[in-house]
């Protein structure tokens, strides 16, 4: 029982030439020389005022007078700071989308402290501000990410660990195929060991097969997402980048709280080390250990981990899928998988697919 990870499809899809990287090394060159060109700093937010600027649209000046231009995205923070709807605004002229933000911010909204970070252009050292988030915002910055990834994985390209081939035959990596991607607004890592793939007896009807490893990764320097960390085993990844036959889905999620740093530092990391230096064996040892843990009371087991409501629908699942009932841990985990397809709120059925992950781990 498996199913298809579309995640690193949509990025795929929708990322521009610009935030394509063909490397962990070129995409770490990059998060470098962002962060050397970023500055934070706290300001109350009536102390910001919205500029029109016949050729740049909006700006904002801080306390020194200064104006900056704005991603797309801080704009749409700003804006709700004013509490005023973005995308009304980018309808209006420049003076009249000044004048709501300025009205918003100095009468409107209640005064707020915020934390603006500001970048720095390579060529004119003209100021952009990427992000106007809470005073607290616990900012994970992308190259401590990529650093991490590139400790324990190299280059992205020529390990074990790499960017996926097509159909599971390794390719060269070029910025059409590549699943290393980088934006003013968030990060996007996908890698997988195709060559040390995991052989697993009475994987489906009785019959043979192997997975490969993979991970995604993710984070925002400016408040666009959490930083995540989800891991799975796969068949093969297709030309678009959707992973085809996906199996044990587990994710870790940390928020961007004052405490985010550490938690990356004492959690994220050695996950990332753990998962780079597991052996396959392990992983088969751990899969055949599920498949042979039989269940003396099945709706219990499903009952007393995924609640009491679920139990019917994942026995219905997995009946209509594999053709017979659950018998084992190794079971109730895919049937917990198919039934977290099903589910249409994101929070609900990651937990759910971490939850089936935890079966594989403790069998």
């Excluded at 500055?39 to 000046?61: C, Q, T, Y």
């Excluded at 309808?91 to 209640?110: E, R, S």
């Excluded at 930083?227 to 044990?248: H, K, M, P, S």
């Excluded at 994942?314 to 079971?331: F, Q, S």
Aim: glycine letters at 8%; one cysteine or more.
């Amino acid at each position: 029982m498996s199913t298809q990870l579309m995640k690193a499809s949509h990025q795929w899809a929708s990322r521009p030439a610009d935030e394509r990287f063909t490397s962990l090394i070129a995409m770490l060159a990059h998060a470098k020389e962002s962060r050397s060109q970023s500055k934070e700093a706290v300001v109350s937010s009536r102390r910001l005022n919205a500029i029109p600027d016949g050729n740049k649209g909006i700006l904002i000046a801080g306390p020194n007078g200064h104006p900056a231009t704005t991603t797309n995205f801080a704009f749409g923070q700003v804006a709700q700071l004013a509490e005023a709807p973005a995308r009304y605004l980018r309808t209006l002229p420049a003076p009249i989308a000044a004048d709501c933000v300025n009205y918003g911010l100095q009468f409107k909204a209640t005064i707020a402290d915020v934390g603006v970070l500001l970048q720095k252009d390579g060529h004119d050292g003209s100021p952009t501000i990427r992000s106007a988030t809470g005073p607290r915002y616990g900012r994970i910055w992308n190259e401590s990410v990529i650093e991490a990834m590139v400790d324990r994985f190299g280059d992205g390209v020529s390990g074990d660990w790499r960017v996926p081939g097509e159909f599971g035959k390794r390719v060269e990596v070029t910025k059409d195929n590549t699943t290393l991607y980088a934006g003013d607004r968030d990060m996007f890592v996908f890698l997988a060991d195709e060559d040390h793939r995991i052989e697993i007896p009475n994987r489906r009807n009785g019959e043979p097969g192997s997975l490969a490893r993979g991970f995604f990764c993710w984070n925002s320097e400016v408040g666009a997402a959490t930083f995540g960390l989800g891991t799975f085993l796969f068949d093969y990844v297709c030309c678009n980048r959707i992973v085809w036959g996906a199996e044990q889905y587990g994710e870790i999620k940390i928020r961007h709280t004052a405490s985010a740093p550490d938690r990356f530092l004492d959690e994220m990391r050695p996950a990332l080390e753990n998962y780079a230096k597991s052996s396959s064996a392990s992983i088969t040892d751990a899969v055949k250990s599920a498949q042979a843990a039989r269940l003396d009371n099945v709706d219990e087991f499903l009952a007393k981990r995924f609640g009491a409501r679920t139990v019917d629908s994942m026995k219905g699942i997995h009946a209509l899928e594999e053709g017979r009932p659950i018998e084992t841990v190794w079971d109730a985990a895919t049937a917990a998988t198919a039934y977290a397809r099903g589910i249409v709120w994101q929070d609900t059925r990651v937990d759910v697919e971490r939850k089936a992950g935890e079966l594989l781990k403790a069998a």
